[in-house]
T-cell receptor
C-alpha cells in the first residue's frame, strides 16, 4: 500500500478555507485516495474519495495533483465543528475489506 | 443516511466478566468490522465479517470473539474482560468489495474494565 504523509496539526480561522495536504508519492495507478475525519469521542466519518479527477461533495473538495503523488482536502468555509483529526488513506478499492487502516492523521483546529 | 448503532455509549465492567458489545447497521452492508482505539495506537482491527456467519481475524483478535447470525448485526464478545481491554470500541460497516473502503462507523463504546 502507498504510504501517506500528513502534517501532525494545522490551525484555520473560522470561515476561512482549510486546506489539508497529503503526500502519497508511491501511489499506484489503481489506488484511490480516501479522506475520513474523527471528531473527538466519535467514530470516524467518511468525507470524500477520488482516483485522479478532482471531486466535490457537500462536505469538501478533493484536489489530486496530475501525477497523483499528493492531494489536498479543502473545507471551503471551516466552522468550529470541523475541528477534528483528518485521515488520508490510499488503498485499492477492490482490495480486502479488512485493510481500512488509519494512520495518525492531521489534527485540524478551527479557531474562532 | 447509513446508520450504524452501537448498543452502549459507555460501559463499566468488572474483571472476569463476559461482555457483549452489539452493533446494528441498517443499510444491508455485507462487511462489518470491530476496531479498538487507544491513545497513540490509532485504530486497530479486531475482527471483521464479510457475510452472515463468516468472520475473519484482524490484527488483535486475542481475548475477543465475534458473532454474526444476521446480516445487520455484529457482536463483539470479551470472553473474560481484563483491564487491558479498557478502550474505545468502534463498529463499522461497508458495502461489498467494490465499495469496501467507504465505511460507516458507529459512535463508539467506551469500555472501562475495573
Amino acid at each position: 500500500d502507498a504510504k501517506t504523509t500528513q502534517p501532525t496539526s494545522m490551525d484555520c480561522a473560522e470561515g476561512r478555507a482549510a486546506n489539508l495536504p497529503c503526500n502519497h508519492s508511491t501511489i499506484s495507478g489503481n489506488e484511490y485516495v480516501y479522506w475520513y475525519r474523527q471528531i473527538h469521542s466519535q467514530g470516524p466519518q467518511y468525507i470524500i474519495h477520488g482516483l485522479k479527477n478532482n471531486e466535490t461533495n457537500e462536505m469538501a473538495s478533493l484536489i489530486i495533483t496530475e501525477d497523483r503523488k499528493s492531494s489536498t482536502l479543502i473545507l471551503p468555509h471551516a466552522t468550529l465543528r470541523d475541528t477534528a483529526v483528518y485521515y488520508c488513506i490510499v488503498r485499492v478499492a477492490s482490495g480486502s475489506a479488512r485493510q481500512l487502516t488509519f494512520g495518525s492523521g492531521t489534527q485540524l483546529t478551527v479557531l474562532p | 443516511d447509513v446508520k450504524v448503532t452501537q448498543s452502549s455509549r459507555y460501559l463499566v465492567k468488572r474483571t472476569g466478566e463476559k461482555v457483549f458489545l452489539e452493533c446494528v447497521q441498517d443499510m444491508d452492508h455485507e462487511n462489518m468490522f470491530w476496531y479498538r482505539q487507544d491513545p497513540g495506537l490509532g485504530l486497530r482491527l479486531i475482527y471483521f465479517s464479510y457475510d452472515v456467519k463468516m468472520k475473519e481475524k484482524g490484527d488483535i483478535p486475542e481475548g475477543y470473539s465475534v458473532s454474526r447470525e444476521k446480516k445487520e448485526r455484529f457482536s463483539l464478545i470479551l470472553e473474560s474482560a481484563s483491564t487491558n481491554q479498557t478502550s474505545m470500541y468502534l463498529c463499522a460497516s461497508s458495502l461489498g468489495s467494490a465499495g469496501s473502503l467507504l465505511a460507516f462507523f458507529g459512535q463508539g463504546t467506551r469500555l472501562t474494565v475495573v
